[in-house]
């Protein structure tokens, strides 16, 4: 027992060294130089998106801010914002599902890289919705696969050579819904398969310079619009007849009333998830999972991360009957 002691010990230090070292570095390293350098941010008509493009901009980067609709209200103030910044923040229409988009996003940026070339790219577009696994028609599954999955694939793979001759950084919004489902199935298969090829990315662009982070937010659905209130009605007339045979209106009433109630907890200060955001753009040695939430929504994912299947299932059916 008494020889199971230095290796503890030396567990515990290899566990903690690395965060130790990497926060005095932080510190100490040279402030990076915001001026000079572009970043490429993806669903910037409203939410973290939106907020990220103002506080780049503010910063003295400069931003291209892709939104789906180049004429909604928000696109609409990042341009008044634009006209006093000096043509370092433009506006262009980006739909992340649509390849000819992406390659004029890329086209626009080359044409108008500033001294210091093409800095970052966030990956920041992504759409929810709510619903038990049968009740969503394929179509569904594959328009968020598209949106949230191979979106931020195909943006990714269209940049990767400016960001490697740069030596940049690229950020992708992911949530903790990757590590566990709770009514949206749809979106945390979306944000896991993100994880997934985060993991990946960040090993192969090393070698390049190149960092890759990923933002975790928890529940901030107050703060954004990608989750608005979800209505019964509507969720049991688009469901299936076999679908209706299985489950009754009680039901999906429930359902949607539990998730609803999560919605209406969620924090309205979007700016803590765009800090982490910030700071995976602009420290000398940023993280490569930034995890934004509440204590109690951390601690569910430790359980998720540590405890075997059986705990989280047990734990989530519990919240499922209250």
Known sequence: MWAAGPLLLLLLLLLLLPPLLARLWRRRAAPLEPAGRAVLITGCDSGFGHLLALRLHRLGFTVFAGCLCPSGEGARRLQREAAAGAGRLRVLRLDVTRARDVLAAKELVVSHLPERGFWGLVNNAGISTFGETGW????????????????????????????????????????????FALGNGIYSMTKAAIEKFCDALRLEMKKFGVRVCIIQPGNYARSTKIQPPVSAEEIWNELSEEEKAVYNKEYVQERANFFNSILSEGSTNGNEVVDAMVDALTSPAPKARYMVAKLKEKALVLVCALFPTVVMDSVLSYALSK
Do not use: C, H, Q, W
């Open 136 to 179: 969503l028609s394929m179509e569904k599954y594959e328009k968020f696969a598209d949106v949230n999955l191979l979106g931020s694939i195909r943006t990714t793979l269209a940049f990767l050579p400016l960001l490697r001759k740069y030596k940049g950084r690229i950020v992708f919004m992911s949530s903790i819904i990757a590590y």
